[in-house]
């Protein structure tokens, strides 16, 4: 019997098998392919490409190949079934691009699959909290925490500069939630927070400063402490990038703060970060002149520095305008090609002040580390990939190694890790367009470095 139902299963004919749904992925691309037995009942998807049920305008089966175009040609599937078809090994072209693909059953659009993500069932505890900062706001965040009656030590994940939710979503990629559960699997409770405004945490992100992400840290902190199962001599702070800086702020504020831990954490001033990152930004495109890269740096560097000179108890925008036209009309044709300006000066600045003339850029501008860095005494990780081109390791990591000595801290390490970038996943060109389209979440080695820091110093 066994037999003569093997010889049935391979011998159905591939178009018994086109009422299905396939979906397959590259990088963050997403394609997601509904069959039918006639063209026009097949369509395909593309999320990432703005693409919904693409109709099909053709379809040519013959053995084992399946051959499809939709959109009037424009796009172009060529794929052949697999012996045990259960997958469709395809070629998808469209605007001048190949994907190769691997297609499989799913039921509906499904979504991003990348390896290093956990998934459920966890063996620990996960809990939903509520952390009131005030009376208007409340954030809300997944504790998770090791089973059993021993106290265990505590860490707060804060992330960085824009609106994240608590796994720090991107394309799928869920990189606090990776951090959480591969320490919380070595007892340690992570608490990991949905920035305010976002998920169910109320209050307005765009009002909040760098500041009051270092209060939202407390908050935290303080809930932990009346919590079953946590040890409250040993609750930290985890900060990614300007989460790095809030820890820092924290932890000089608070004596209940046990370790900081520093993720590609902002160590340098804020005028000399933006100066940085922006260095390094056009550094790390390929194709443009010395040149081009020498005006743009000094423009970007000026237009810094006049933000930074307006006192933050002055109005930005009418003296920004008058200091950026000025130079606007002074410069030749050729800085203003190159920088990009030419005819569009009023739609630069506009866009610039929708980001610069808020609470949050212009007291980030003047955030001074040595203002908090020295006076944190407890155990420090500072923890960067040498690829960041956002918080580029080699200033800022010397800036927090410096500080942290200034201030007698005895207890802290400054690692930098060959090749991963501000996300810690192991990156190519390490720019930021390429960071949705890698396979890493949060690489193994930056995992295996912060756990030998707990426990070195907190287990």
Known sequence: MKKIL?????????????????????????????????APGTALTLPEFWIERAACDSMSLSGDSLDLRFNRGQIVFKGCFASSRQQIDAVVSLYGKSYDLKFVRVDTLQPHYWSQNPVPPYPY?????????????????????????????????LSGTGKQDRDASFTGHRPFARIADYLTRRGIAVLRIDDRGVGKSTGRYEEATTADFAADALSAVEVLKHRKGIRTS??????????????????????????????????????????????????????????????????????????????????????????????????????????????????????????????????????????????????????NGDRDIMVPSGPNLAMVDSLL???????????????????????????????????????????????????????
Not at 144 to 154: E, H, L, M, S
């Open 125 to 157: 505890i996960e809990e939903e909290i509520i952390v009131p900062v005030n009376d208007t706001i409340l954030l809300s965040g997944t504790l998770t925490r090791p089973y059993g009656r021993k106290r265990v030590p505590a860490v707060v994940i």
């Open 234 to 383: 040993k609750i930290g702070l985890m900060g990614h990038s300007e989460g790095g800086a809030a820890a820092m702020m924290a932890a000089a504020q608070s004596d209940d703060i046990a370790f900081v831990v520093t993720l590609a954490g902002l160590s340098t001033d804020g005028l000399t970060s933006l100066r940085l990152q922006n260095d390094a930004i056009i550094d790390a495109y390929p194709g443009y002149s010395d040149e081009w890269r020498s005006v743009n740096k000094r423009f970007l560097h000026t237009l810094f520095s006049w933000v930074y000179e307006i006192p933050l108890s002055q109005p930005l925008a009418d003296p920004l305008r008058e200091k950026f036209m000025a130079w606007v009309s002074s410069q030749n044709d050729t800085i203003l090609q190159m920088t990009g300006l030419k005819g569009r000066e009023e739609m630069y600045l506009a866009r610039y002040l929708r980001t610069a003339d808020t609470p949050w850029y212009r007291q980030l501008m003047h955030y001074n580390p040595a203002d908090y860095v020295p006076r944190v005494d407890v155990p420090v990780l500072a923890l």
């Open 6 to 38: 093997v010889i049935i299963l391979c011998t159905i004919p591939v178009f018994c098998i086109l009422a299905d749904n396939w979906q397959g992925q590259q990088g963050s691309r997403r394609f997601y392919l509904e069959t039918d037995y006639t």
């Open 405 to 459: 000595r200034k201030g007698g801290n005895k207890h802290y390490e400054i690692v930098s890790l060959p090749g991963l970038n501000h996300m810690f996943q192991h990156c190519e060109t390490c720019t930021q367009e390429e960071i949705p389209d890698l396979p890493d979440v949060f690489v193994e080695e930056a995992l295996e470095e912060i756990y030998r820091f707990f426990e070195r110093y907190i287990l």
